[in-house]
């Protein structure tokens, strides 16, 4: 338990969920035609890619806090299949 590399890791995350973000309506804007774009391409991504964040914030709440419970629930490879 590095602070220091946890403190990475998060700005890395967000910077990374940050270009996600900008990029993929742009990305949709070049790849989709023009009368779907209305029909919820461009602002339908972004809400889905926040609300599977909010999803996996709330079911990591229920990750064990113990090592031992962490190698005998295995709870953690279905956050990482996700």
Do not use: H
């Not at 774009?37 to 914030?57: A, C, P, R």
């Amino acid at each position: 338990m590095n602070f220091y590399m946890i403190c990475f890791g998060r700005f890395v995350l967000g910077f990374a969920c940050g270009v996600i973000l900008c990029a993929t309506p742009i990305a949709l804007d070049e790849v989709v035609p023009g009368p779907l774009i209305d029909k919820g391409f461009g602002s339908l991504t972004n809400i889905m890619i926040n609300v599977s964040w909010l999803i996996l914030m709330l079911i990591s709440n229920f990750m064990p806090e113990s090592k031992a419970g962490l190698q005998e629930s295995k709870f953690w490879m279905i956050l990482f299949a996700i």
